[in-house]
């Protein structure tokens, strides 16, 4: 009787991590920034961002546009409309010990203009940028929070 | 006027059994001299004496006691000469050293904690793919596109050019 408590114990442990292990779920935050050289303004919420946007880039004004934090589930997209005609969509695609796999896709009026995968550990963030905007452009900046 | 039997009654004992001092010995056998009643007591002392002291000696001289003896040097023979780290050993040994079914799975847990922390202690401190973040596929049908990996920064940018599209006004 107590063999069979130990190994029922046992089953339960295994049960329990492999259901951690295989819950596949993950935050991340989309910020949307627009990006120009009209002004030199920075957004005081973009504060942490600012120094490896302004070594990256030679815009001199940076304001954040939106910021979306979010749950995502394994292979179920979230999109986000950002103007009418064109949306950004997240999918969690993956993710395997400390790493999250995402799919972005930038859609202009139905026609992805980027279809990119990029893998993430945790707090690390991927710039996407380029379509213009205004005067300027539009810098996405991905990161992931599991 | 004092009895001088009592003063030397209590004496008595310690002369007989030789044990008065030179002084106390020579008042007794002075008193001895003129006291009747005292040489009486001393003689039952020693009848007494002589009446315990003979059985027990005829006893003695009875039993053989080599046996005892012998006992006693074998038991001494048979027990080796233990080292101080034995003597340790034998008063410590629960604690310390446990039977060998302990040291089994003790061994076990020490080395599956080692190998385990092994891993920590030795694994590469190369930057590793939890500290970047790498595009692993990208795509565009209309644009240009550019991928930039600032170390410095630690950030991955992706780029695109020359989109042929109407400028979005800003929202």
Redesign the interface.
């Known amino acids: 009787m107590k063999r069979i408590g130990f190994l029922l114990g046992l089953l339960l442990i295994f049960s329990v991590c492999i259901t951690s292990w295989a819950r596949a779920d993950a935050q991340a935050r989309l910020r949307i920034i ?1 990006a120009s050289n009209s002004g030199a303004a920075i957004d005081p919420a973009l504060r942490d961002v600012h ?2 946007l302004g ?2 880039f030679s815009f001199t004004s940076y304001r954040l ?1 939106r910021d979306e934090v979010f749950n995502l589930s394994l292979n179920r997209p979230i999109t986000i409309p ?2 009418p005609g ?1 949306s950004i969509a997240v999918e969690l695609v993956g993710q395997k ?3 999250a ?1 995402f799919r972005v896709r ?1 859609v ?1 009026e139905g ?12 707090g ?11 005067e300027g452009v ?1 810098i996405l900046a991905l990161s992931a929070h599991f | 006027m004092k009895d001088p039997c009592s003063s030397v009654a209590p004496l008595l004992d310690k002369y007989f059994d030789g044990e008065a001092s030179a002084e106390e010995k020579e008042t007794i056998e002075r008193h001895l001299t003129d006291c009747g009643a005292c040489q009486g007591v001393l003689e039952s002392m020693g009848r007494l004496s002589a009446l315990i002291r003979t059985p027990v000696e005829a006893s003695v001289e009875q039993e053989a006691f080599p046996w005892v003896w012998q006992k006693i040097q074998r038991e001494i023979q048979v027990q080796p000469r233990t080292t101080w780290w034995e003597a340790l050993r034998a008063r410590l040994g629960p604690f310390l050293f446990p039977g060998r079914r302990t040291w089994v799975p003790a061994a076990v847990a020490l080395l599956i904690l080692l190998s385990v922390s092994a891993s920590f202690l030795f694994k590469k401190q190369t930057p590793s ?15 240009n ?1 550019m991928v ?1 990996e ?1 170390d ?10 020359e ?1 042929p ?1 109407k ?5």
């Open positions: 627009g120094n490896q070594s990256l546009l950002v103007h064109r010990r400390n790493l796999e930038v202009r026609t992805d203009i980027l279809n990119a995968v990029v893998r993430l550990g945790p690390r963030t991927v710039l996407i940028g380029g379509p213009k905007h205004g539009v | 793919h939890q500290d970047l973040s790498v595009v692993e596929y990208v795509e565009s049908s209309s644009c596109v930039y600032s410095q920064e630690q950030v991955t940018v992706i780029w695109l050019f989109c599209e400028e979005a006004s800003p929202s």
